[in-house]
Structures are given as C-alpha cells and as structure tokens.
Nanobody, 114 residues
Framework: QVQAVESGGGLVQAGGSLRLSCEGS????????IGWYRQAPGKERVLVAH???????KYEDSVKGRFTISRDNSKNTVYLEMNKLKPEDTGVYYC????????WGPGTQVTVSS
C-alpha cells in the first residue's frame, strides 16, 4: 500500500517562496501520476498541480506561472516549488494519486500573510 509524507510548509509573507516535498513508499509511486492538492479553511480540497510518470505537468489556473511541480523517481519524491505566494494560497497541502487515492495524511500547512 502506498503511503506518503508531506513536508516543507510554513508561514511566509506574500511574495515569498516555499518548496514542498512528498516522499512516498510503494512500488507504484514512481510510475503513477501524482498530484498536489490544497484545502483552504472551510473549503473543499482542490487539485492545484499534477505530474505524470514521465514528467508531463498540468496546473490549476490560479497557480500557473508561480508553482512548479517536479519529481525525482529515484527518491520516490514529488516536489512543489511555490513562488510569488499569495494569501489565497493558504491551506493544507496534500499529495496523492489523481484517483483511487491512498489514505490522506496530515498534509503540510502553508500560511501566507499579507
């Protein structure tokens, strides 16, 4: 069964940067598409970026040009580089498959102050 640990969140001022990491386990992790999701306070979890097994990427409109998703399959790790952060980027960030999710972990909190 796949499991993953998210890390790298924190408190930053608007305009700042953070790099999130998602370190997974399980043989399928390195060959599956992986997404980063954000759950803002009081809102549903939304997919903000995803990356295919061969590196194809896609972004939600509000983060295009500011966020970059990447992966290192040798380390079973997916990254989310977040630049020019805005207060509306605040939330708990999770990684997971695009469907047939593994059990959601605690995520990593990102708080952007104005």
């Amino acid at each position: 069964q796949v499991q993953a640990v998210e890390s790298g969140g924190g408190l930053v001022q608007a305009g700042g940067s953070l790099r999130l990491s998602c370190e997974g386990s399980g043989s399928i992790f390195s060959i599956a598409a992986i997404g980063w999701y954000r759950q803002a306070p009081g809102k549903e979890r939304v997919l903000v970026a995803h990356i295919g097994s061969r590196g194809t990427t896609k972004y939600e409109d509000s983060v295009k040009g500011r966020f970059t998703i990447s992966r290192d399959n040798s380390k079973n790790t997916v990254y989310l580089e977040m630049n020019k952060l805005k207060p509306e980027d605040t939330g708990v960030y999770y990684c997971n498959f695009l469907m047939n999710y593994w059990p959601w972990g605690p995520g990593t909190q990102v708080t952007v102050s104005s």
